[in-house]
């Protein structure tokens, strides 16, 4: 007898591991990218954060998540993920992951800004994300349960009653299609391509967190976009990113005379946290300074042995990082809103779960801590996974097919001009002006292009992020008002759209 389908959407780390954690059930994966190099997942550097060294544990663990999150961190939420991540990481050391070790076999940790101990799991130097995502994708072609759908687009979740009932998908032929499902596991990654300077891959503009949000579902902390420091202007796009380790072994940040400046901004310079640097980077280059990272002088061994991935990155636009600065600027990298979901990856609709990027579970607070995003990842796909194998929806005796009205679903050239937008208005700094500016621009926007329902789900994240920030008139975390650049114990708060915490 065909057991029962979970359908999970999105191919990176969340996604692919959810699917590997399912066991009872069939799983269908869809996603609009075409296996292997998929998501972020694939890009990530630095590694996967745990507290599994010896002389660490998991309180402090905690306590630096809570410190990066600016007053939000949800202190059990932490916790438990930091707690779950020892067995989680063992787990894809099991199946294939080949964590870097000492000579006596035991992980090596490596250190990233704001950790107060080693705890970064990597592989092959800045390469971690590739490996991981090398390894799950080659288990899930072993799975006899697991099926997989690329080159497919989730457009629409079709909710009746209180329950979803399936998903519309635009699929391989470019046609509208229904699926129907009363479990769904959304993986769809974070929203940062939104931005015209991105060091996310251009499939990941929020389309799952938009979908979901015209669903009905509670989304939290859209506002907090975090942005890297340190991605290559290498007048490419998506911008690669050079890695913060790079100035853990002692690259500095220099203008164009060669002069340092980041202790203007903060005393600890280039080590200052990610926020501060970006908005440091982001000032001078307003003022019309070229930035650039210094990597001539490591340390610990050169650029090409030590951070191979960046290296070659600059060689492929001929700098060769070990003789040259090279040039910098801020980029969207880390979306720390997202679906609101509870430990488990539930959402506020019954039959959706939330799990990686997409999800807000209030582990990252105002700001996300290096290398807590694919420690989360793993935790709340495994928690979704078994949270739907035990609370497995049956589907309505009677199938219910949702009625679809959109005509277009074609790729849309005005993405290029809401990117600009984004980037200008919502970005780095924002202020009551500018986000009204965007949100203007937006609605306009929406009104022109309202038949075409994959741009739809793009708008409706970026007005998701565009209110939640005119809403929170203080400065926090990843997010800056120029207006009011003070943090205020008034906004202390999660915020949730529409207004009820789950
Ligand atoms: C350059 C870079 C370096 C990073 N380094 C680190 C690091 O060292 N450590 C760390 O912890 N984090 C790091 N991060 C962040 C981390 O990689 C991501 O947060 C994490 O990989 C997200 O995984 P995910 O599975 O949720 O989403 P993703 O890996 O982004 O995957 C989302 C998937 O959903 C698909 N999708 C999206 N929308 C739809 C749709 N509508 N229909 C169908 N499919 C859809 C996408 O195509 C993709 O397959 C880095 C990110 C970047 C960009």
Redesign the pocket.
Known sequence: MQKQKVII???????LYAALSIEKFDVLI????SGGK????????????AAIAEDDDFETHVQDTIKAGAGLVDYEVAKQIILAGTERVHHLAELGVNFKRDEKGNFNFGREAAHSKNRILHINGDA??KEIMNVLNARVSEKKNIQTRYT???LEISVYGSNVNGIWIKNEKGETEFISASNIIL????VSALYSKT??PL??YG??LG?AARAGAVIADAEFVQFHPTALDLGVDPVP?A?EALRGEGAIIINEKGERFLDNYHPAAELAPRDIVSRAVFSEISKGNKIFLDATNLKSGKVKDKFPNVYNLCKQNNIDADLQPIPIAPAA??HVGGIATNINGRSSINGLWA????ACTGFHGANRL??????E?IVLAYNSAKDVEQNFIEPASKSITSQFSHKNTNAISELEDLRNVMMENVGIERSEASLKKALHFISELMKRTSDNISFL?VLTTASMITKMALEREESRGCHYRSDYPETKEVFKRRCFEPKQKI
């Open positions: 959407i999105g191919s990176g780390i969340a996604g869809v996603s609009n990218e998929s998501g972020s997942s694939y890009y990530a550097q630095g590694g996967i954060a971690s994300g497919c687009e989730a993986a769809t990654g974070g060091t996310n499939s990941i389309k799952g979908l990113l890695t990298h880390y799990c990686g990027e997409v290096a290398s807590n995003s694919l420690l990842s789900n």
